[in-house]
């Protein structure tokens, strides 16, 4: 089996990759890195295409085990969260339903 080679990320990737494995939505990460929403929306997908991810998830992950960005904020939240820290994290990190997510559960209604 062969290694995947990632090519590097540009500091304003790694940095709204830093904030989506944060939780924070596209708008969220717009404010803080203080640009557009598009321009957000622009630079995750070029991490997906780099890490060669098929959403945020996946991107966050590979970047983290190759070490392209740090993840020290959750082990810091979870420290500081105490024993409720599962709980306020799957809050934080639920799945916000996208048009698409519907489309498809709409469907296997149907069905």
Same mark, same amino acid.
């Given at each position: 089996?062969?290694?995947?080679?990632?090519?590097?990320?540009?500091?304003?990737?790694?940095?709204?990759? #830093?904030?989506?494995?944060?939780?924070?939505?596209?708008?969220?990460?717009?404010?803080?890195?203080?640009?557009?929403?598009?321009?957000? #929306?622009?630079?995750?997908?070029?991490?997906?295409?780099?890490?060669?991810?098929?959403?945020?998830?996946?991107?966050?992950?590979?970047?983290?085990?190759? &070490?392209? *960005?740090?993840?020290?904020?959750?082990?810091?939240?979870?420290? &500081?969260?105490?024993?409720?820290? #599962?709980?306020?994290?799957?809050?934080?990190?639920?799945?916000?339903?996208?048009?698409?997510? *519907?489309?498809?559960?709409?469907?296997?209604?149907?069905?």
């Amino acid at each position: 089996m062969t290694t995947a080679t990632f090519r590097k990320l540009a500091p304003r990737q790694a940095e709204a990759l #830093s904030h989506r494995a944060r939780g924070l939505s596209n708008a969220e990460t717009a404010q803080a890195m203080r640009c557009s929403v598009a321009n957000v #929306s622009n630079l995750l997908a070029e991490c997906f295409f780099k890490l060669h991810a098929r959403n945020s998830v996946d991107a966050v992950a590979k970047a983290v085990k190759h &070490g392209l *960005i740090q993840f020290a904020v959750v082990a810091s939240v979870i420290v &500081g969260a105490g024993p409720d820290a #599962s709980e306020l994290l799957r809050t934080r990190f639920q799945r916000r339903p996208t048009i698409q997510t *519907i489309r498809i559960r709409n469907r296997e209604d149907q069905v």
